[in-house]
């Protein structure tokens, strides 16, 4: 990393792509100083996902909604939560364009801290071809320990994380 990019990007390692032949899917894996439950209250809390993805709106349960709203509202979703097992585990349906995406968290102990595995699976080959999906969540996880302690990040650092991240995040080819 240049030492332009340095205060905005940790040595965390990058997303690992997997294909089939229709899909993609990244996987994440962090590691944090803070208990699974700080991590877990900075996933489902909307007051701290405002601080690290986006403004919230949360029905914590199977079944319910999370409706987020980024950048001040030019971009919007709503999400089914298929998976919600506190603090361990949680899951939502994301429709990307035409196809229905799966986004994972899965928390475990990890010494002092907490391990987070992020899975995003069912990406489309050609929509995530240039990286913006890769390099959106790992920006977005940069974000995360500050979360946890109740600072946000602004808007204008999460894109220039994003940009910093292009050449580490290549397309996939064609």
Known sequence: MS??????????PLGVVTATDDALQVVFHRRYRQPVEKVWAAL???????????VAEVDLRVGGTLKLNWNGGAHEAEMTITVCEPPRALAWRWT????????????????????????HSGLSLD????????????????????????????????????????????????
């Open 3 to 12: 030492t332009a990019t340095a205060p905005l990007l940790s040595d965390a």
């Open 44 to 54: 489902t809390d909307p007051d701290r996902l405002a601080d690290w993805f986006a």
């Open 96 to 119: 990307i364009g035409e196809r229905e995406t799966l986004v994972r968290f899965d928390l475990s102990p990890d010494g002092d801290g907490c391990a987070l595995t992020l899975t």
């Open 127 to 174: 929509g995530a071809r240039d990286g913006g999906v890769r390099r959106g969540w790992h920006a977005h996880l940069e974000a995360l320990p500050d979360a946890m302690d109740g600072r946000a990040t602004p808007w204008a650092t999460k894109v220039a994380r994003e940009d910093a991240l292009a050449g580490r995040y290549p397309s996939l080819g064609s």
